[in-house]
T-cell receptor, first 114, second 119 residues
């Protein structure tokens, strides 16, 4: 079946450090891939997405490239800020019959300190 | 302002009581979804609706019920049959809920969530 695996957190970084959060997936066919971010006590916000192999999604300094050969969609940012502290979820869109549904990873908590 | 609203922000349930969580969207989206989030876990799909007057069970539908009488509304009822209801509940919507939808149509947008606690 379809699944998403994320690196375990928490990830603790100093401000301006480089960030990588690993995400790998198992899926049939060609899923679309997403990164969502959740700030404390809030719902999820779409951070970026990629709909086909080799696509790069980017937003707010974050990037992720859809790598079909390694079934990965790692999230990166060159210089993190304290305001980036949140939980990050990797997800894939799966097709079941006529429906389109998301499968989520367990989330990775990022904590950025001064 | 377009968006998804959920109410209440916090909800308390007594043993044996049914409670209903509200979800409203003014994005003119066809599809709506309910997820449950437990600490340290990802989101799990409870129910989804691709179109008005139609809905399907997700991965963990037992103990829950929904209705979709209006395009903009998708309320979730947590029944007394749900033995472990304490969780954070998230509603989402997308322009299309059908497979094959790509680009902006398939992207799901989330509400702020309702935290349900058992007294």
């Amino acid at each position: 079946g379809n699944s998403v695996t994320q690196m375990e957190g928490p990830v603790t970084l100093s401000e301006e450090a480089f960030l990588t959060i690993n995400c790998t997936y198992t899926a049939t066919g060609y899923p679309s891939l997403f990164w969502y971010v959740q700030y404390p006590g809030e719902g999820l916000q779409l951070l970026l997405k990629a709909t086909k192999a080799d696509d790069k999604g980017s937003n707010k300094g974050f990037e992720a490239t859809y790598r079909k050969e390694t079934t990965s969609f790692h999230l990166e940012k060159g210089s993190v800020q304290v305001s980036d502290s949140a939980v990050y979820f990797c997800a894939l869109k799966r097709n079941t019959g006529t429906a389109s549904k998301l499968t989520f990873g367990t989330g990775t908590r990022l904590q950025v300190t001064l | 302002d377009g968006g998804i609203t959920q109410s209440p922000k916090y909800l308390f349930r007594k043993e044996g009581q049914n409670v209903t969580l509200s979800c409203e969207q003014n994005l003119n989206h066809d599809a709506m979804y309910w997820y449950r989030q437990d600490p340290g876990q990802g989101l799990r799909l409870i129910y989804y609706s691709q179109i008005v007057n139609d809905f399907q069970k997700g991965d963990i539908a037992e103990g829950y019920s929904v209705s979709r009488e209006k395009k903009e509304s998708f309320p979730l009822t947590v029944t007394s049959a749900q033995k472990n209801p304490t969780a954070f509940y998230l509603c989402a919507s997308s322009r299309s809920g059908t497979s094959g939808a790509r680009g902006g149509q398939e992207t799901q947008y989330f509400g702020p969530g309702t935290r349900l606690l058992v007294l």
